[in-house]
T-cell receptor, first 116, second 110 residues
Framework: NAGVTQTPKFRVLKTGQSMTLLCAQDMNHEYMYWYRQDPGMGLRLIHYSVGEGTTAKGEVPDGYNVSRLKKQNFLLGLESAAPSQTSVYFC?????FGTGTSYEQYFGPGTRLTVT | DAKTTQPNSMESNEEEPVHLPCNHSTISGTDYIHWYRQLPSQGPEYVIHGLTSNVNNRMASLAIAEDRKSSTLILHRATLRDAAVYYCIPPQGGSEKLVFGKGTKLTVNP
């Protein structure tokens, strides 16, 4: 099992450009998440999905869009990148949902994005 | 959101036990307390979770105070590979969010 994979690993964008980050998981997990991590900070939830075809906003959703057309994939889009979106982006998946359970999320290796 | 207080950093020597404290005095609900860790340049990984009593797994032990307002992650014999940032994640009332604070950066000396 590859677990959770993310593409690309690194990317540099100019302000105003767009891009899509791809997350794939091979664990048949129902739930998937996108987080961002700024230097010296903890992770913050951007968007999440509770199943194929569904998405929901997290803590910091502005400037991002997501889609979950297939159960194994979760895409994060930046329509018009801004320097404030320079960050490391982590995707995660889980078979359970919510802190009322054993909430074990499996994380990908991250995508380091720089917007100049 | 429930707030946590963790030391910014701790140091340990290899093969010694490490006790990582967390204060979550504003705890709400009856959800689980989770701990994750993040190795350098990697995504976070799950370590352990607990509700009211002490818990053990192959990675660590978790001691939870009787009032659930604090918990301690115990690494019985630290190795160099345990050097990471450890996040204590308090219950969030069934929330979808895992609230990652700044965590405790653990340094393990050879």
């Amino acid at each position: 099992n590859a677990g959770v994979t993310q593409t690309p690993k690194f990317r540099v964008l100019k302000t105003g450009q767009s891009m899509t980050l791809l997350c794939a998981q091979d664990m048949n997990h129902e739930y998937m998440y996108w987080y961002r991590q700024d230097p010296g900070m903890g992770l913050r939830l951007i968007h999440y999905s509770v199943g194929e075809g569904t998405t929901a906003k997290g803590e910091v959703p502005d400037g991002y869009n997501v889609s979950r057309l297939k159960k194994q994939n979760f895409l994060l889009g930046l329509e018009s990148a801004a320097p404030s979106q320079t960050s490391v982006y982590f995707c995660a998946s889980s078979s359970t949902f919510g802190t009322g359970t054993s909430y074990e999320q499996y994380f990908g290796p991250g995508t380091r994005l720089t917007v100049t | 959101d429930a707030k946590t207080t963790q030391p910014n950093s701790m140091e340990s020597n290899e093969e010694e036990p490490v006790h990582l404290p967390c204060n979550h005095s504003t705890i709400s609900g009856t959800d689980y307390i989770h701990w994750y860790r993040q190795l350098p340049s990697q995504g976070p990984e799950y370590v352990i979770h607990g509700l009211t009593s002490n818990v053990n797994n192959r990675m660590a032990s978790l001691a939870i105070a009787e009032d659930r307002k604090s918990s301690t992650l115990i690494l019985h014999r630290a190795t160099l590979r345990d050097a990471a940032v450890y996040y204590c994640i308090p219950p969030q009332g069934g929330s979808e969010k895992l609230v990652f604070g700044k965590g405790t950066k653990l340094t393990v000396n050879p």
